[in-house]
């Protein structure tokens, strides 16, 4: 694919008549004959162009900037505990936390993972790594123990920042339980717990001079962030993304709904995804917006009261959030017309939403995002004037200073605009690489461009429709799930031959799990129930699978290949 963005805008084939000669003869002898002009079908290929340049900052330098220019305005509410910054607040507490860091000997390049739901702390960390060079490791929340330890591992963490507890995750316990696999791991701090500002205060031995040296040092292409995204080969693998990545992406997302800092943003999407923090936080800073944390994690009512009472012009949310909201009894008590625009992403829209969205909760600019972890996240997005239709049936146009092209994916040639293939995204937001796997990085980015996996198809003006997925790739309320991840884990059960997860559509989410199993003779036929347990601390949540279904044999090709689209057409029967 490499090298192929030269050939897509091809010349005009020019026809010379039959006795015409070459030089100035032949010239004219074509005036005197009809020249025939073709043009060529027009390749799924396109590129953003922008009136506004690429950021060359730090993630560091960037909010230092801000804060010259929007020092006085508000940078962000945490409204669960009732705290505010301005943005020279923040920058305050953020070098706190940074030369903290240094105190504790965190250098440059050092992996420093959060685990926790959202909090003013998150967003602090996010920024004292960047402004000291170590790389944050994005870990989920909903993680349990088997899923901490791999990332924990795989990205030789020096430090965890984590919650103590939220809803039924004693994230203490978990990481006693498995610190001593973890021969890496220095230092752990607990938000919320003396440790935390134990970690604050460390930072008065290092001085504003050491820390400035320190962000000096530091390039806009270092890697800062790992987020882990799950493989066919069932293990996550962690894309890793630098400051010119993330800081680009999530400005550029700003820019394209208009942000100004006049706009207070509600972020009740989780800042370890790349939705919270970058198109959420760093789509704030690098514009002087608020951000603006409804609560730890997603509550419909309390969202929309968040918006009314601190007048946020935008709100973001999987289609499923923003179901749910409209879905609220008491809806048409809550005054949302400080409302202009807002981010849908992570599954395609209905339309019927879309209308309630754009006309019930004021949302008139509403723009849908797509991308992935591995570009950043977006590289697709609708404006600010596409249509209803566009916003439903298509993920939008390409972003600025980005390229896109669907190709064959067997041969890499683009197709012809309208026809399905494998979409393909090159430019500042590809990614560094998968976290010490270069086998994979060579595998997912050919050339410079980003092979998605998703099957797309690109219309005359550019839009673009994703149409399915090449792998097995399930989307269960916006999160993307890879079922090898989950069969890998049952083959650890000990009455359990084989497995099989497929998705399954579900009215709630979208997509739901299904275990298709296969016993050990004489074993219990395992159920819902059993399945869950034995899960239970050790999947997130929504890795659990709902519907369980017992096999003696599985259907095969020809070849020996398990077949998961029949598995898939008889799931119905099943899902009870």
Known sequence: VGGRADRHVAAHRVSIAPGSVAGFAGIATTRRRKVTMTQPALPSYSSGTSDAPLLGDTIGGNLERTVATHGDREALVDVPSGRRWTYRELLTDVDAVARGLMAKGVSAGDRVGIWSPNCAEWTILQYATARVGAVLVNINPAYRSHELTYVAQQSGLRMLVSAQQHKTSDYRAMVEEVRGQLPDLREVVYIGDPSWEELVAGGVSVTEDQLAERGAGLTPDDPIN????????????????????????????????????????????????????????????????????????????????????????????????????????????????????????????????????????????????????????????????????????????????????????????????????????????????????????????????????????????????????????????????????????????????????????????????????????????????????????????YKVPRYVRVMEEFPMTVTGKIRKIDLREEAPQYMK
């Not at 069932?234 to 993304?241: D, H, I, S, V």
């Not at 008491?330 to 006309?359: K, W």
């Open 226 to 541: 790992i987020q882990y995204t799950s493989g066919t080969t069932g293990f996550p693998k962690g894309a890793t993304l630098s400051h010119h990545n993330i800081l680009n992406n999530g400005y550029f997302v700003g820019e394209l709904i208009r942000y100004t800092e006049a706009d207070r943003i509600c972020i009740p999407v989780p800042f370890y995804h790349c939705f919270g923090m970058v198109m959420g936080n760093l789509a704030c800073t690098s514009h002087g917006a608020t951000m603006v944390i409804p609560a730890p994690g997603f509550d419909a009512a309390v969202t929309l009261q968040t918006v009314v009472d601190e007048r946020c012009t935008s709100l973001y949310g999987v289609p499923t959030m923003f179901i749910a909201e409209l879905a609220l009894p008491d809806f048409d008590r809550y005054d949302l017309t400080s409302l202009r625009t807002g981010i849908m992403a992570g599954s395609p829209c209905p339309e019927h939403t879309m209308r309630q969205v754009m006309e019930r909760m004021h949302m008139e600019e509403v723009s849908i995002c797509y991308g992935m972890t591995e570009t950043s996240p977006v590289s697709l997005q609708t404006r600010k004037n596409d249509t209803v239709e566009q916003r439903t049936q298509t993920v939008g146009r390409v972003g600025p200073h980005l390229e896109v092209m669907v190709v064959d994916p067997v041969t890499y040639e683009p197709v012809k605009r309208g026809e399905p293939g494998e979409l393909c995204t090159k430019g500042y937001s590809v990614m560094l690489g998968y976290w010490n796997q270069d086998d994979k990085s060579a595998e997912a980015i050919v050339g410079g461009w980003m092979h998605t996996g998703d099957i797309a198809a690109m219309d005359d003006d550019g839009y673009v429709a994703i149409t399915g997925r090449i792998k097995d790739m399930v989307i269960r309320g916006g999160e993307n799930i890879y079922p090898r991840e989950i069969e890998e884990f049952l083959y650890n059960h000990p009455d359990i031959v084989d497995a099989q997860v497929i998705g399954v559509p579900d009215e709630k989410y979208g997509e739901e799990l299904m275990a298709c199993v296969r016993m050990v003779d004489g074993a219990e036929p395992l159920t819902v129930e059993s399945l869950r347990a034995y899960c239970d601390g050790k999947l997130a949540h």
